[in-house]
């Protein structure tokens, strides 16, 4: 078996679109843990810089979002304590707790997908149903990293020269601004070049081809099928109410029967798939590596 990002586009889409579909449309906790917890290690396992971060950032907002809900919301039956006149309810709390846990969940998970689909994965997946939106797509991704490159250069380039000072906010403000300037005149003339350029290869005449060396095989048919096959239990409990959550004006979760606890267990696997083919390459690299 091969890392998930090493699967077609397809597989992968499908794969997370699930995943996040289920995290975001419900309101059960114990599935937005176990969306946090599996996405929290698909990070942790993906090869990326910045990651402590990533981290700090992620959880600022999980705080922040935990924290205003109680402050501004005042629903709930059960007064923990009151500031100002306004009472802080415990399922106030527990609903922020529980939003903040399924937003940076979420984001874990989208991080994820964005590090795996790349531009030309992106073009793969959408250039046969609208190639034009694909390439726009694509370019625009491939722009991002390109500017922020350029941003970098441009600062360092005009306080190499004295341009900028930052010997106060004014400063540091007008500085900024010229290299917002500077990069944004950049990027306007470097799409002027590339729509020339495209012009000049003779983009737009005729029928479009395309070209990939991505290829669907089995084991992508085989992750689709264990990804469908998990999500079908899922789906079953959400429309029998089995996953209900109601928050106000008490908590109420749905009690555990045989077709939640399927849900749940169907959830787990569905979210470990990548961490399990992780694992399953390394295993088996050791493995060959044993053998030489």
């Known amino acids: 078996m091969r890392d998930i990002k090493e699967y077609n586009p397809i597989t992968v889409f499908v794969y997370y679109m699930s995943v996040l579909v289920v995290s975001m449309f419900t309101m059960n906790p114990f599935l937005h843990i176990i969306s946090f917890v599996g996405g ?32 501004f919301s005042h629903n709930g039956a059960t007064v923990l304590f009151i500031i100002n006149d306004n009472p802080i309810t415990k399922e106030a709390f527990i ?64 306080k190499a020269i004295g341009i900028n000072k930052d010997d106060n906010a004014i400063d540091r403000i007008n500085g900024s601004m010229n290299v917002l300037s500077a990069t944004v005149s950049w990027g306007i003339e470097n799409g002027i070049i590339t729509a020339d350029s495209m012009a000049a290869r003779g983009y737009g005449e005729g ?28 789906v079953m409990a959400i429309a029998c109410g089995s996953f209900d959550t109601v928050f106000y004006p008490l908590l109420k979760i749905a009690e555990p029967d045989t077709i939640n606890i399927i849900g749940y267990v169907s959830y787990v696997v569905m979210i470990l798939i990548p961490i399990i083919l992780k694992l399953m390459e390394k295993f088996r690299w050791k493995y060959l590596m044993s053998k030489i």
């Open 95 to 158: 609903f922020g707790i529980n939003s903040a846990i399924m937003v940076v969940g979420v984001l874990y998970l989208f991080r994820v997908f964005s590090e795996i689909m790349t531009s030309d994965r992106l073009l793969y997946l959408f250039g046969r149903v609208s190639p034009k939106t694909a390439l726009i797509l694509s370019m625009g991704l491939r722009y991002i990293p390109m500017l922020r490159e350029q941003r970098r250069i441009t600062a360092n380039a005009q």
């Open 207 to 234: 029928k479009r081809k395309s070209f990939s060396t991505l290829k669907f095989k089995k084991r992508d048919a085989i992750v689709i099928g264990i990804t469908v096959l998990c999500l079908v239990p899922i």
């Open 40 to 71: 929290f290690i698909q990070f942790v396992i993906l090869p990326v810089k910045n990651k402590l971060s990533t981290h700090i950032w992620y959880l600022l907002l999980g705080l922040i979002l935990a924290l205003v809900r109680p402050l």
